[in-house]
């Protein structure tokens, strides 16, 4: 323990999560060649090069990559003991909880559970990034992300993951849509133009079945939120495929109406996914709670 330098593994950590002397030794408040001086000493210690440069910044070593979840979680246990975590109360608490999801999320979800934010954390600060996919269990590990809501299911130990509801999805249109009825033919519905939102979101299912059958949509555009579709679909002849929650709320604000997709697509769980840690955190228990609570009865 005698060699144990807490500070060095912070640099360790924080030169994992930023690939960046520079960025390390701004979150520190040190300069960079302090910085570059404690990366020796930890190459030194563990006997491993740990980051490697590369034209994208500092590229982990599979040491690095071994070590950062046990110390990034190991310092984490250390500052929730020494912040006494125990004590979060959500009357008198101003953090800030940092929440990832859809634009489709932010559109049916986030209203609920910011009007229980509001009246059960009147001071606390909620910051909503948007989600992409790929990077959502990352961003859980290394503390950009409280909480993810998100269709595609992440199988990950390390995450804990609460199902919230399950929902179908449904073809968008423009309500005055000429050839398409309520329950067009798969022929009709591959004769039309559609517009696709961007895979990073996580909506994939209506692509993957029609590859899967051997076929493929005719995309005439692609958008990297759902939240233009309507106003988009209203005034052309374009077709879409949307979660049937949110259809409601499209069909109400825009001049679009939903039809019966002809695929036999499964219907998808959405799910609520924290970091499980070695030590509890109160505040982020609490929010699961909330979350989980306001959107199963939804």
């Known amino acids: 323990?005698?060699?144990?330098?807490?500070?060095?593994?912070?640099?360790?950590?924080?030169?994992?999560?930023?690939?960046?002397?520079?960025?390390?030794?701004?979150?520190?408040?040190?300069t960079q060649p302090s910085v570059s001086h404690a990366l020796r000493?930890?190459?030194?210690?563990?006997?491993?090069?740990?980051?490697?440069?590369?034209?994208?910044?500092?590229?982990?070593?599979?040491?690095?990559?071994?070590?950062?979840?046990?110390?990034?979680?190991?310092?984490?246990?250390?500052v929730e003991t020494v912040s006494d975590a125990a004590a979060f109360s959500p009357r008198t608490?101003?953090?800030?909880?940092?929440?990832?999801?859809?634009?489709?999320?932010?559109?049916?979800?986030?209203?609920?559970?910011?009007?229980?934010?509001?009246?059960?954390a009147p001071r606390c600060t909620v910051e909503v990034t948007p989600l992409?996919?790929?990077?959502?269990?990352?961003?859980?590990?290394?503390?950009?992300?409280?909480?993810?809501?998100?269709?595609p299911r992440i199988d990950a130990p390390d995450l804990q993951r609460d199902g919230?509801?399950?929902?179908?999805?449904?073809?968008?249109?423009?309500s005055s849509h000429p050839r398409i009825g309520d329950h067009p033919t798969l022929a009709d519905y591959l004769g039309e133009r559609h517009i696709v939102v961007h895979e990073a979101a996580g909506h994939v299912d209506t692509d993957r079945e029609l590859t899967r059958l051997g076929h493929r949509r005719d995309v005439a555009v692609r958008v990297p939120h759902f939240s233009v579709l309507p106003e988009l679909l209203a005034r052309t002849g374009f077709l879409s495929a949307v979660p049937s929650r949110v259809a409601g709320l499209f069909t109400r604000s825009s001049d679009v109406r939903t039809f019966a997709l002809p695929?036999?697509?499964?219907?998808?769980e959405v799910s609520?996914?924290?970091y499980r840690r070695a030590l509890p955190a109160p505040g982020i228990e609490w929010l699961r709670e909330l979350i989980s609570q306001t959107l199963r009865t939804e």
Request: proline share 4%; charged share 25%.
């Open 1 to 30: 323990m005698r060699e144990v330098d807490l500070n060095l593994m912070k640099t360790f950590v924080l030169l994992y999560e930023t690939r960046s002397v520079t960025r390390t030794a701004e979150a520190m408040f040190i």
């Open 41 to 78: 000493r930890l190459r030194r210690q563990f006997n491993d090069e740990l980051f490697l440069r590369s034209p994208d910044g500092l590229t982990p070593t599979e040491t690095a990559e071994r070590m950062y979840p046990r110390l990034q979680q190991a310092l984490e246990v250390i």
């Open 93 to 120: 608490s101003e953090r800030t909880f940092r929440l990832c999801a859809t634009d489709l999320g932010e559109i049916s979800l986030l209203p609920a559970v910011l009007a229980r934010l509001e009246d059960e």
């Open 132 to 151: 992409d996919f790929a990077d959502a269990a990352q961003n859980l590990r290394q503390g950009r992300a409280d909480a993810v809501i998100c269709t």
């Open 164 to 174: 919230l509801f399950t929902e179908n999805y449904v073809g968008l249109c423009a």
């Open 263 to 268: 695929l036999a697509l499964p219907r998808v």
């Open 272 to 274: 609520l996914y924290t």
